[in-house]
């Protein structure tokens, strides 16, 4: 018997003789396949009298009364087909993204370009580097180019003392993601605006070429202090007419530490557990919100202080473990490519949530951590802080408190600075 499918213009079922028949003349042919390709299949048998009476009433509808009617509402169908398809157009298929790694030859940058060359999503990932890394990043494209993936690996490199803006024009162009940990981590005696100084101008440097060559891009920053050269850059890329969301501050080594502590005074998978952090990427405003996680709201009350804290230090106990000679790079790099992966699943479509700092207005602050909703155009919604226990809610204050100076330093950089056409 053949298929019959239901128009919903009158909530009968056809045939496509049936169907094509009665619009014929009125539409073009792919208009009516298209509207039928939207109708749903009727399940079910239909009797020999249904289907007659059926098909005379449809043959009845092609008289002038019920045409318009039908008419419009099949020209709505297909244009929001067409509409739907040219939205779609906007979203990209499955492996076909660019991403760049910029720092790519140093501590995190070499395992994350390692695990971005691994996505299957990945079409070219771009690794870029200064010619004093520790290896050439030509050399890192060449080992990860073995790996027997699809992905294209391309290695670029600038001098120092050169400017991103002026170099980087292929290895950017095209790209959906730039993700940066070029940048230098803390140095003993270092206070946290030294290195907000030194990294703020290299992250400016790079954001300046994104901001040219790729500024539909999604930039995901590691760079410490990531507190401020956040604000920093996205003031930047307001200024400039650019859309701030697109530049994100990856906080997910939070997340991913407050999930694994939890695993282990649970004796749960850390798989399993989700554990948003909110705030901010340093010390005291790295809030973890174990009451809403179902795995870590069962931790004794009196348990929560020490494996809060225990988050937040979690970075100072890897350069202690390490004799002061790294931080953390593949636990990082393990976040940054989660985060990264995540980025790319939005951008095709497959909506993601992850926490990420990002331009907020969700607290009285104007930069915060929370959960993220990323999209077609990365960024698409920036989730409320949900319900806090009364420990998160004291915790809080603190975060904004100390959170909110981080960030005047950033917004007094973008005062101060801008980037370059
Ligand atoms: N967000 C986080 O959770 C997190 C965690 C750990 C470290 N970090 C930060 O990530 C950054 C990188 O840390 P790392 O351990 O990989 O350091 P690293 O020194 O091993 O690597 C940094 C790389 O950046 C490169 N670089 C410096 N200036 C550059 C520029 N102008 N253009 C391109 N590349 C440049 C260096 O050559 C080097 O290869 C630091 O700022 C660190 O504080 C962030």
Redo the contacts with the bound molecule.
Sequence with gaps: MAERRVDPDDGVAYTWEEFSTFYAGKYKKKAIEAYWEECEVKKGRRTKAVAKAKAEAKTKKAEPKAAPKAKAKAKAKVKAKAKAKAESKEVKSAGNFKVCV????????QPLSMLMALDPNVKELCV???S???VPPAGVAADLGHLERKSDVKGYV?EVGQK?IDNLKECLTGCDLVLV??????KPGMTRDD?FKV?AD?AK??VEACAKFCPEAVLGL???P?NSIVPAMAELYKKKGLDPLKIV??????VVRANKFSGEITGKNPNYINVPVIGG?AGTTILPLFSQDKVAKTIDAEKIPDLDKHVQDA?TDVVNAKSGK????LS?AY??ARLGKSILAGLMGKKRIECAYVKSDITDLPYFASKVQFGEKGVTKVLPLGELSDYEKKRLEEVKTQLKTEIDSGLKYAEENSLAD
Excluded: K, W
């Design positions: 910029c720092g790519g030859a140093g501590g995190i940058g870029f580097d200064l004093v890394a520790m600038m991103p940990p070029a940048g230098m981590p803390r290195l990294n290299i440097g790079i590691i760079v410490n990531v501050g990856i906080t997910t080594l939070d990427h970075g790294g931080s953390a790079t990082m976040a940054g």
